[in-house]
């Protein structure tokens, strides 16, 4: 009796399997994430190992893209099915311990995307990277960005995002390089952007973005790259670095063409690793601290374009590392005299993604 009782619940065990295949194949050669472990000893001998809603995600993805985009992405399964290779742009990592696989890395750019921010990408939980700058996204990033907890890698720069930049991005802790330059956010720079302990590169420029730059920031130990040039921001820079040891890796300090006001204050010399300040197009006033000239590796400096007054003292034009300071616009005394020959400063994305 027992042994006829096995073999029915065998059989109708099988049964389910074949409706399950019959009805929808992708259930069963994918598994959903809060159902892998529920479902994997009924879809365990299946061949595609990549979780259903990765493959749900990308395809949401993949109908809104450009054609050059879609043209590539061929299959059903985005990280690649033995026959067919992961589609482009897309990178898949196995799962530690399994068989499994999932996206890592998502690097859609210059395609023409269009329309709102794909909210799919927000279910792709194992992202790392997720490059689709230059294309034509509008709208808000969405706040569920905030779950993608692995990333960190965030490029949209070049889109026409809009609204305010979420302060869910406070949520992604191993976040390093956040590119959100040349959209159209506006509201005030998010203090939450102040909980990410690894960022390296804060990119913010060509934006609509107002009030203060939250002195917050100088507490990221391993900030390289502060800019938040060309936006309606204020405030002057003794607010900026009024915490005691901020900014203590940064290099590369932009704050050009916004409404900063009051003078440079001599406690920026304490910022030993900085190498470019660009303070170009502001309302800056008074004189040149000689303490700034004493920052070990300062090699560009732009003062230009402001209202700063008196002379420029004898150590900057000593100092072994500057090749470039430029005054143009202000009003210092005569016979003071920029050092070299004043050039926009484009920096390679090789410089950056590392």
């Not at 992708?26 to 472990?37: A, E, F, G, P, S």
């Not at 406690?267 to 303490?291: C, D, H, R």
């Not at 003292?313 to 005569?334: A, C, Q, V, W």
């Not at 050039?343 to 994305?349: G, Q, R």
């Amino acid at each position: 009796m027992a042994n006829c009782v096995r073999l029915i619940s065998s059989i109708l065990h099988l049964l389910i399997v074949v409706l399950l295949l019959l009805n929808d194949a992708v259930l069963c050669k994918t598994l959903k994430r809060d159902d892998m472990y529920a479902e994997q000893s009924m879809c365990f001998f299946f061949v595609n190992k990549t979780l259903l809603m990765t493959v749900k995600a990308l395809n949401e993805i993949k109908a809104s893209l450009g054609w050059r985009v879609v043209y590539a992405w061929v299959g059903d399964d985005p990280c690649g099915d033995g026959d067919l290779p992961a589609w482009s742009g897309v990178t898949c990592s196995p799962v530690s311990g399994s068989d499994y696989r999932v996206v890592t890395e998502l690097e859609v750019y210059a395609v023409s995307i269009v329309g709102p921010f794909p909210l799919a990408v927000t279910n792709l939980m194992d992202l790392t990277r997720l490059d689709l700058h230059n294309n034509k996204l509008t709208g808000p990033i969405p706040s569920q960005i905030g779950r993608l907890k692995h990333l960190k890698i965030l490029n949209l720069r070049w889109n026409k995002l809009q609204d305010s930049i979420p302060p869910e991005i406070g949520e992604l802790k191993q976040l390093t390089h956040l590119y959100l330059s040349f959209n159209n956010f506006k509201g005030e720079i998010p203090k939450e952007l102040a909980n990410l302990p690894q960022l390296r590169y804060l990119q913010l420029h060509e934006n609509r973005l107002i009030g203060r730059i939250p002195p917050e920031l100088g507490t990221l130990t391993n900030l390289r790259h502060l800019d938040v040039g060309n936006n309606h921001l204020v405030g002057t820079i003794r607010e900026l670095i009024r915490i005691e040891g901020c900014f203590p890796a940064l290099r590369n300090l932009y704050l050009n063409n916004n409404y900063l006001t009051g003078g440079v204050p001599s406690q920026l010399a304490n910022l030993t690793n900085l190498e470019i300040l660009y303070l170009s197009y502001n309302k800056m006033s008074g004189v040149i601290p000689f303490g700034v000239a004493h920052i070990p590796r300062l090699t560009y400096l732009y003062l230009d374009h402001n209202q700063f007054t008196g002379r420029i003292p004898d150590t900057f034009y000593k100092h072994p590392y500057l090749k470039e300071m430029y005054i143009e616009g202000n009003s210092f005394r005569p016979g003071v005299k920029p050092i070299g020959e004043h050039k926009v400063l484009e920096l390679a994305d090789s410089e950056f993604l590392v």
